[in-house]
């Protein structure tokens, strides 16, 4: 039976698991330092709205979805956090219109109300639904927090046609430091990891020349951090609200893991304020 366990890196190698270890924990503490004015400054914001009575929103397209859904509904987070949900999952996020429309349908159901917040997540901050939604909350007097890469923000041509970028609507941005193309590790080269070297020579070790990609041949790179990076900006983000909201004295309505006794009965008595808005049901 094949052992399920990798070879180990060269001796004197790290291996690129390691490498995007080390590389994360310094990027998310770079992050933490350059994003904390705007998170201490962001906690009053959206604390007074939510004391108020008011929603949180957050809306991301195509795989930022998976940190909109971070915050929304689960285990210590706030019930008052709602998702705007693309049933396409991002598959048409450039298609002009269709987010001025999926946030449109959105608000005739859940509402967006002027000085409440909504968190946009688009990693590039360039794409056209992103763009869409927060223009429109805009418009209706929210306080927009754009959540990107600002690097690619600014470098990134956008797609959408009135020309503005993520970073040039929102009122306030987290940057999630990311780099073009999201990655902070280069595998081995391209012509090597696909076997053609090994192929050419009918099997035998390529030479070191082999290993060498030409000028025309990208790298191989992956590691993402988008996710990591911006799940914990969000997560910095909700507590320091939390924080406010407590320091003033008002009262937090915290879910409670389903799995605890009594925390179903729980979730449902602190949501019932937010019930004709809620845009995801509890259990």
Not at 23 to 40: G, P, Q, V, Y
Not at 129 to 134: F, K
Request: aromatic share 4%.
């Amino acid at each position: 039976m094949p052992s399920s366990t990798p070879p180990p890196a060269a001796s004197g190698q790290r291996s690129p698991a390691d490498t995007f270890y080390e590389r994360s924990l310094a990027l998310i503490a770079t992050a933490r330092e350059k994003n904390r004015d705007t998170i201490r400054a962001l906690a009053p914001i959206i604390g007074q709205s939510l004391a108020a009575g008011g929603m949180l929103h957050v809306f991301g397209s195509g795989h930022s979805a998976v940190l909109a859904r971070e915050i929304i509904g689960r285990a210590g987070g706030l019930v008052c956090i709602n998702g705007i949900p693309d049933p396409t999952e991002g598959f048409v996020e450039n298609l002009v219109g269709y987010g001025t429309e999926l946030v449109a349908r959105y608000d005739r159901r859940c509402e967006l109300r002027a000085g409440e917040a909504i968190i946009v997540i688009s990693n590039s901050g360039k794409n056209a639904s992103p763009i869409e939604v927060a223009l429109y909350a805009k418009a209706k007097g929210l306080h927009v927090i754009g959540l990107c890469s600002e690097q690619m923000s600014r470098t990134t041509p956008t797609v959408h046609p009135g020309g503005k970028r993520l970073h040039e609507i929102a009122d306030h941005l987290l940057d999630n430091l990311g780099v073009r193309g999201d990655t902070l590790v280069e595998l081995a080269p391209s012509d090597r990891a696909q076997g053609t070297a090994s192929d050419t020579n009918n099997g035998t070790p390529p030479s070191p020349a082999q290993n060498t990609p030409s000028n025309d041949t990208p790298p191989l790179i992956s590691g993402p951090t988008s996710t990591l990076v911006g799940a914990m900006l969000l997560n910095l983000l909700m507590l320091e609200t939390c924080t406010w909201m407590q320091a003033q004295g008002h009262a937090l309505p915290i879910l409670r893991s389903q799995n605890l006794p009594g925390a179903i009965e729980h979730n449902r008595h602190i949501a019932k304020p937010y019930k004709h808005r809620l845009s995801h049901q509890l259990a």
